[in-house]
């Protein structure tokens, strides 16, 4: 079992900045990614950025060369840094945390954390 729990999002004008943690615990030893999901109203829950054991990160396009996604060296917290943030840009995130085991795929959710940016 790994439990998630988001911290950091709020309210930002359009350009601004935020920055995104995610607190791990639990079988963390056992995950073979983490990563950002955000939803935004009326919209599916999309991928945002992930990170592999190995530091391996894939963004998706919309935030390339904005947002970027870490993890500290213990593996216990994740990090979104988003810089230019665009009124698109608002949802809920939610931190991901993918467990492999044998041929069974496990997704952890944390409960969400909200992002607004005003124009």
């Known amino acids: 079992q790994v439990q998630l729990v988001e911290s950091g999002g709020g309210l930002v004008q359009a350009g601004g900045s935020l920055r995104l943690s995610c607190a791990a615990s639990?079988?963390?030893?056992?995950?073979?990614?983490m990563g950002w999901y955000r939803q935004a109203p009326g919209k599916q829950r999309e991928l945002v950025a992930s990170?592999?054991?190995?530091?391996?990160?894939n963004y998706a396009d919309s935030v390339k060369g904005r947002f970027t996604i870490s993890r500290d060296n213990a593996g216990n917290m994740l990090y979104l840094q988003m810089n230019s943030l665009k009124p698109d840009d608002t949802a809920v995130y939610y931190c991901?945390?993918?467990?492999?085991?044998?041929?069974?795929?496990?997704?952890?959710w944390g409960q969400g954390t909200q992002v607004t940016v005003s124009s």
């Open positions: 991901n945390a993918l467990q492999i085991v044998t041929i069974a795929r496990v997704n952890y």
């Open positions: 639990g079988s963390i030893f056992s995950l073979t990614s």
């Open positions: 990170i592999t054991s190995t530091g391996i990160t």
